[in-house]
């Protein structure tokens, strides 16, 4: 039996929601109710019944749904949400999904070694300042080669548009997209070290009204306008805050 009332919240978040056949709208707000029920469960394992169960693998077998409309409601949702506040922070970052014991997986390719398979995601959620999250607005999913896999100095010479170094570009052109939605927001754009590259800057540089960069430095870079670089030049500032991490 599908849920006929899903918390006020789901039909929200999905309100916009369309695979082309209501059915599958409705199966899509009764899994995101199930799952927020059970949210240590799988999706199988959340489900109310075993109809429920069966109607989840039809729903991810169905040609009709997208994860691209799936996330276009909740994108939506998200940017709604984050018009209520001056200062809004865009954090992308990559991590690996790894199916090493699941050989049927198709189109997975190495991660860390050519005997771990998975794939690398790499999405865009909002936060305020204050760490409340606001949603994810994007998502990039993607395997790599394995015949070009641990080939480093080759990639050296690739176009950026060819390295996995490119989604960085990619995470911030959608978020160009984002800002252009919050008028009256400040997005910033918040990505580790690994996004240090003159490509990222190029990009924010020649986009009028695009969002602030917040890099990690990895570069030993020229500060503009000074004689100094950015390490010589942190170390002469006077600490600014301390926040003490307990690590188990």
């Not at 994860?67 to 954090?91: D, F, I, M, N």
């Not at 430095?217 to 805050?241: I, Y």
Request: aromatic share 8%; with cysteine.
């Amino acid at each position: 039996m599908l849920l006929n009332s899903p918390p006020e919240w789901i039909s929200t978040e999905l309100d916009t929601v369309n695979f082309g056949d209501e059915r599958l709208n409705t199966r899509a707000m009764t899994i995101l109710s199930d799952q927020y029920s059970k949210p240590q469960e799988t999706l199988y394992g959340s489900s109310s019944d075993e109809a429920n169960a069966k109607g989840v693998y039809r729903f991810q077998s169905n040609e009709k749904v997208s994860e691209e409309e799936l996330l276009k409601s909740h994108r939506e949702a998200s940017v709604a949400r984050a018009q209520q506040y001056s200062v809004v922070l865009g954090v992308h970052d990559t991590t690996q999904l790894a199916f090493s014991n699941q050989s049927q997986k198709e189109r997975t390719g190495p991660l860390q070694t050519k005997k771990q398979q998975g794939f690398l995601l790499h999405p865009i959620t909002l936060f305020t300042p204050e760490k409340l999250p606001l949603g994810t607005v994007d998502v990039n999913l993607w395997s790599r080669d394995e015949e070009t896999f641990g080939k480093s100095k080759d990639r050296a010479r690739l176009p950026i548009e060819e390295k996995e170094s490119y989604r960085w570009l990619l995470s911030y052109r959608q978020l160009v997209q984002i800002q252009a939605q919050l008028p009256t927001s400040e997005l910033v754009s918040v990505s580790d070290a690994e996004s240090d590259i003159y490509e990222l800057f190029l990009e924010a540089h020649n986009t009028a009204q695009g969002p602030t960069l917040l890099v990690r430095a990895a570069h030993n870079r020229q500060l503009e306008n000074e004689v100094k670089k950015l390490w010589p030049s942190m170390e002469a500032c006077s600490t600014g805050f301390e926040i003490e991490l307990e690590i188990p």
